[in-house]
């Protein structure tokens, strides 16, 4: 599937409407966002509304790349435990960022009902699935650390799971009353327009084709104009094109592919999800599901979508039915898509001070919605001179490569696409 074609069911089932504002000519700002995602949209946000003189450069509409492409999951914190985080990056800002991620759904909520964003938000819980003993067991170390540091997540057990979902051969799972589900395309959109309704000048169809610095600003060149900052965010995440490739390095490209069904009625969503939780399972190539506003099923799992039909992720999907949801029943999968996501070597996502002005943050590795709003915040107010390098929840880094990385994006595909064709078998 091609990924300038956008036929997610978040795209064709939006209500909101995408006006194009292309660049032309010569504009000058004081700080220009790249990138119209959950993260470019918030730090845009927060930049208007201190008055910045600021502008937003999209290359195709707000939430075209993985935002819009996303599951719509509002999770707290990131896939690696706490503990794990506090290993990776030390317990001083460790602590800081479990603790900052731990809020960051608070932040989307308030956000959708400040600018009355509609987005269909659901804030039932999410639930983390064990499918086996193992997972189980990972599961309960999970909500211990989550817990111990002031969480209240709880764990269910095997009938309590499936009083929620119904969704056989499920052992147990964390119940995350933090989170929910939302229509993520049509938040994304949300956070623009609120950007712009501050005053922030937001262009889109407007890619970003080159960049550089020459006395003392930065000169960023679009097919049709050029826009003058003082200072840059790079907000691009996975769908970095034509500019500083080196941020590239610092992160291995995966793809997450969904399929989503036509409206079901209300006999059969009885037997899929009652309790209208998001959810995904603790397998190694995982499975997500939910439902939307107007009753469709939707699932997903690692791996890129080649072609439009998808026969080999369709067949999977009906056997997965047959053998998790089996009272569901057959169902028609009307909408097929995938999105890209920047998988930081860690799993803790990056921020690069490029120097001169310019910064940068990607690598959220598949937890884009709450982490990305709150991220784009916090190097807005950074940028701002609110707050110092030393307040933020990461240290600022040089860009690193992950190594051997064209290596790790052809295993994590080719161990998707494997699993799936024998899973379907």
Known sequence: MSQQVNNTLWALSRNSIFESNILKGEDRVDVAVIGGGFTGTSAALRFAEAGSNVALLEAEYSGFGGSGRNVGLTNAGLWINPEDVERSIGKRYGERLNDFLSAAP????????????ECDAVRNGTLHLAHSEAGLKAIEERAW????????????????????????????????????????????????????????????NTPAMSIRHKR??????????????????????????????????????????????????????????????GTWDTRTVMRSYRTDADGRIIIGTIGNIFMDNAPILTSWANKMIRETFPDVGPVNWTYKWSGRIACSKSYIPNIHDLGRGIYSISGFSGRGIAPGTAFGRAMADFILGRTN????????????????????????????????LFDHL
């Open 389 to 420: 390098s030393r307040d933020m929840p990461l240290p600022f880094n040089t860009v690193k490569s992950v190594p051997f990385n064209k290596i790790r994006e052809i295993y994590y595909e080719t161990g998707s696409q494997l699993t799936r």
């Open 106 to 117: 608070d932040m989307v909520y308030d956000l959708i009902d400040e600018h009355n964003i």
């Open 216 to 277: 003392g600003r930065w000169h960023i060149k679009t097919p049709k104009g050029i826009l003058i900052a003082e200072r840059v965010l790079m907000a691009t995440n996975a769908y970095l094109e034509h500019i500083l490739p080196l941020i590239k390095r610092s992160y291995t490209p995966m793809h997450y592919c969904q399929l989503a069904s036509d409206p079901l009625d209300d006999e059969k969503l009885k037997h899929f999800l009652p309790g209208k939780n």
């Open 145 to 204: 650390q989550i817990n111990a540091r002031g969480g209240s997540v709880m764990l269910l057990d095997k009938a309590e799971t499936y009083k929620l979902t119904t969704a056989e051969n499920y052992l147990g799972a964390i119940h995350d009353m933090r989170a929910g589900t939302i229509q993520p395309l049509e938040y994304c959109h949300g956070l623009m327009k609120a950007a712009q309704n501050a005053g922030c000048k937001v262009y889109t």
